[in-house]
């Protein structure tokens, strides 16, 4: 998802930064019944194309996005938008929510040279440490995803023209994207509950002639034609996790911002652990937006492997487009996780809360409501 312009919130956003550093110095019939909540989140793995633990009991990943980590320390003011404290955590956990993806920086978890210090490399890593752990112990699952990464890139749709990882790129690279995974995962390969989504949305066919050009591009990476800079393929990312002995669950989103899995299925990229899953993106004003683009699209894929909504939200401060997602999702049993938990301006953009006490936007009170319901219903099938 692409953000808000900076300047109608960074002010909010500084203030906010310095509070918390003086405070801190087939499988397409109804879905089965899945396990109650937990005080542990499950170490799941890829089955078909199910999510199920150790005991092979079906799980969703249900949850929010909590957006910060990829902006504020390559904009020099912070780590995170806004608190992630213990009661912050909690109150995502209280609207009954068991997953909570977390958007990162390459550049500041490396500890690049443009990056401040107090912001980057071993400050940053434990900043995000201390997060992952909050979200275990209040019994989520934590998604570390690759959000913003280095390349410059000033072609169709262009995010910005700088080289640093100041905005979303169409493709990863291959200066820094295989050794941030190298890193993350070495830092998670002993602790599987923690899941990996490679990259965030990949727009490779904004720049090549063609979708199947882009496509190759997303697999294998290399010079891709109107890409300036060197690209990371899936399957080099996958590969660079695998290498360290990580058998994390892993996550692979689509082209077209995420929207677009046609080719996921042709061009999946080959895992030897055998744990990977589709990620896929939708707002109500993608182009694969309708239930009929879903089963066309998206059915065939989620026939093979585990299929997650990576992102999911609407533009209009209501909630009606996302409930048409979610039913679909729930009819079929799959994951999706809401944009965003952060206090931003939902008439301008998918915001889930205006306060960090978990009060919902109008658009927010609909995921909300939606998972409490859920909860309860599945408390009940699975007592």
């Known amino acids: 998802m692409r953000h808000p312009p900076c300047p109608s919130r960074c002010l909010?956003?500084?203030?906010?930064?310095?509070?918390?550093?003086?405070?801190?110095?087939?499988?397409?019939?109804?879905?089965?019944?899945?396990?109650?909540?937990?005080?542990?989140?499950?170490v799941l793995r890829a089955q078909g194309n199910k999510l199920v633990d150790?005991?092979?009991?079906?799980?969703?990943?249900?949850?929010?996005?909590?957006?910060?980590?990829?902006?504020?320390?390559?904009?020099?003011?912070?780590?995170?938008?806004?608190?992630?404290?213990?009661?912050?955590?909690?109150?995502?956990?209280?609207?009954?929510?068991?997953?909570?993806?977390?958007?990162?920086?390459?550049?500041?978890?490396?500890?690049?040279?443009?990056?401040?210090?107090?912001?980057?490399g071993s400050n940053y890593r434990t900043a995000i440490d201390q997060l992952v752990r909050r979200v275990q112990n209040h019994g989520m699952t934590p998604i570390l995803e690759l959000h913003w990464s280095h390349g410059q890139y000033t072609g169709n749709s262009a995010g910005c023209a700088d080289v640093h990882a100041s905005c979303?790129?169409?493709?990863?690279?291959?200066?820094?994207?295989?050794?941030?995974?190298?890193?993350?995962?070495?830092?998670?390969?002993?602790?599987?509950?923690?899941?990996?989504?490679?990259?965030?949305?990949?727009?490779?066919?904004?720049?090549?002639?063609?979708?199947?050009?882009?496509w190759a591009c997303w697999r294998d990476g290399g010079t891709c034609q109107g890409i300036g800079y060197e690209v990371a393929g899936m399957q080099d990312l996958l590969d660079a996790v695998r290498a360290t002995g990580a058998k994390n669950l892993v996550l692979a989103a689509g082209i077209a911002y995420a929207n677009d899995l046609s080719g996921w299925v042709r061009h999946a990229p080959r895992d030897p652990a055998g744990n990977l899953a589709a990620a896929w993106h939708v707002y109500n004003f993608n182009a694969c937006s309708t239930e009929d683009c879903w089963n066309r699209t998206l059915a065939p894929v989620a026939a093979a492997v585990p299929l997650v909504a990576g992102e999911i939200g609407e533009n209009t401060c209501a909630h009606g487009f996302i409930d048409r997602v979610m039913k679909w999702f729930d009819d079929r049993g799959f994951s999706y996780l809401g944009?965003?938990?952060?206090?931003?301006?939902?008439?301008?953009?998918?915001?889930?809360?205006?306060?960090?006490?978990?009060?919902?936007?109008?658009?927010?009170?609909?995921?909300?409501?939606?998972?409490?319901?859920?909860?309860?219903?599945?408390?009940?099938?699975?007592s």
């Not at 956003?13 to 989140?41: F, K, N, Y």
């Not at 955590?89 to 977390?102: F, P």
């Not at 190298?182 to 979708?211: H, M």
């Open 54 to 120: 150790a005991q092979g009991t079906t799980h969703r990943l249900l949850g929010v996005n909590r957006s910060g980590g990829e902006f504020a320390c390559v904009q020099g003011w912070g780590i995170f938008d806004g608190p992630v404290d213990d009661a912050a955590v909690r109150a995502i956990a209280d609207w009954k929510a068991n997953t909570v993806r977390i958007p990162l920086n390459e550049e500041c978890w490396l500890g690049t040279a443009n990056i401040d210090p107090k912001y980057g």
């Open 168 to 214: 979303q790129k169409p493709m990863p690279n291959a200066r820094y994207t295989p050794a941030f995974w190298t890193s993350v995962a070495t830092a998670y390969k002993n602790d599987p509950e923690v899941v990996f989504d490679l990259f965030n949305e990949p727009y490779p066919e904004r720049a090549t002639p063609t979708t199947g050009q882009a």
């Open 339 to 382: 944009w965003t938990w952060n206090t931003w301006d939902c008439s301008s953009g998918p915001a889930l809360i205006s306060s960090y006490d978990g009060t919902p936007t109008p658009f927010g009170s609909g995921l909300r409501d939606h998972l409490r319901a859920l909860d309860t219903r599945e408390e009940t099938t699975t």
């Open 12 to 42: 909010s956003r500084v203030l906010a930064a310095l509070t918390v550093v003086l405070l801190a110095a087939s499988g397409l019939t109804a879905a089965p019944a899945l396990a109650a909540p937990s005080a542990t989140p499950p």
